[in-house]
């Protein structure tokens, strides 16, 4: 878990402000969520046989013998706070929310145990138009921060839960006759979750599910057409993609359209922004049943990203004007002229030398904050 420390973080709130200007263009309202829930909601909503409640949560008991957990993902706690306040029976909801997460996994570059995403949820509408728009959201972004040729977009469906449990059996029955071909990894998956083997970074394993049966095979009718429609609406906007078919999400609550803005421009591929359907959510953990689509971003690879491809997108300086008073009774007088300028110009970052100093020794403080402008009252 890091420290950010003031270099950092004004770079941070530069991305996230461009974020949320992007966010608030499109309607989207900011919902802020407790970091702590009771462990059921995860486990409800991620599942018990994936690898985040298995071993990556942070949980433990309150005074009270309570089970808490720190939130991994802020999915589950919007839509409880949905449920919970009302907000998405037979309403149309478009939220956003941005803050810490937290998951004891191993730590490497760009993935910490304390990480921060933001997220978009959008509750009470089904079509395809609504899926493009996120897309097109999130496009927006890449734009506006300056990495958008280090970004792809991969694109796929996973149908419906029916079509996907006829899939499932075809899978685990190949799976079965190459058992000795699957790492360990896999072979506990295979039943538990078998649609996560897709997903598996081990080449001989990819190898093998080149001749594995294929999901699009599978597809219910309605998803195929739901696919092609959003496949459409993007092509007219001009937003390149390319169909992976080893795209899925291992959680049954998920349907339809997922997909992921990925980068190779942090070394090994990584994935930037993960989204897709989640129809079935809300009803599972005791709402209405209720359409629903959304995604998330972590931060910290983000911000790596733009590091890397973009250096020219800055932090602001720190210090636009800095205030010397040099003489007898000045000190006061020089407060009194910052707090003018205040008034007089709020945008302005305006700071006032203390603790005395010749002139010359003034100076070099101003340049050591990097201000553009010395004030001088002498």
């Known amino acids: 878990m890091n420290d950010y420390l003031p270099e950092d973080t004004a770079l941070w709130q530069r991305i996230e402000g461009t974020l949320k200007q992007v966010l608030g263009s499109y309607g989207y309202s900011e919902i802020r969520l407790p970091i702590v829930e009771q462990t059921p909601l995860f486990k409800r909503a991620i599942g018990e046989v994936t690898d985040v409640v298995e071993k990556e949560m942070y949980t433990f008991e309150d005074r009270n013998g309570e089970s808490l957990t720190l939130r991994p993902e802020g999915t589950a706690g919007c839509v409880r706070a949905g449920i919970e306040h009302g907000l ?6 478009r939220l956003w929310y941005i803050g810490p997460m937290f998951r004891y996994e191993r730590p490497q570059k760009g993935r910490y145990r304390q990480f921060h995403q933001l997220g978009a949820e959008v509750f009470g509408l089904q079509g395809p138009d609504v899926d493009a728009e996120l897309i097109l959201l999130s496009a927006r972004w890449w734009k506006a921060l300056g990495i958008v040729d280090h970004v792809k977009l991969e694109l796929n469906s996973i149908g419906s839960l029916a079509a996907r449990a006829n899939y499932r059996d075809a899978l685990v029955a190949f799976l079965e006759q190459h058992q000795e071909k699957l790492d360990e990894d896999c072979k506990r998956r295979m039943y538990s979750n078998p649609l996560r083997v897709l997903d598996s970074k081990n080449p001989e ?22 696919f092609n429609e959003l496949c459409e609406l993007l092509a007219q906007a001009g937003i390149p993609y390319t169909i992976n078919e080893r ?19 942090l070394g090994a591929q990584g994935t930037v922004c993960a989204g897709g359907r989640y129809d079935g ?32 997108f800055k932090a602001p300086a720190t210090i636009d004007v800095y205030v010397i008073s040099s003489g007898a009774g000045t000190q006061s007088a020089a407060m009194q002229l910052a707090e003018s300028v205040r ?13 005395g100093g010749n002139f ?9 904050w990097g201000a553009r402008i010395a004030l001088i009252l002498g």
Do not use: C
Request: aromatic residues 8%; negative net charge; proline residues 4%.
């Open 88 to 93: 998405l029976y037979n309403q149309e909801q």
């Open 205 to 226: 394993v990819q190898a093998l599910l080149n001749d594995a049966p294929r999901l699009s095979e599978y597809l219910d009718e309605e998803s195929r057409s739901h």
């Open 247 to 265: 795209l899925v999400r291992g959680l049954d609550y998920y349907n339809r359209t997922v997909f992921e803005w990925v980068t190779t421009s």
């Open 281 to 312: 959510l809300v009803e599972q953990l005791g709402g209405r049943a209720t359409p629903a689509v959304g995604f998330a971003m972590g931060l910290e690879r983000l911000v790596l990203l733009v590091q890397a491809v973009n250096p020219d």
């Open 343 to 355: 008034d007089a110009a709020p945008q302005i970052k305006l700071m006032t030398n203390y603790g």
């Open 360 to 368: 010359k020794k003034q100076i070099t403080r101003a340049d050591k």
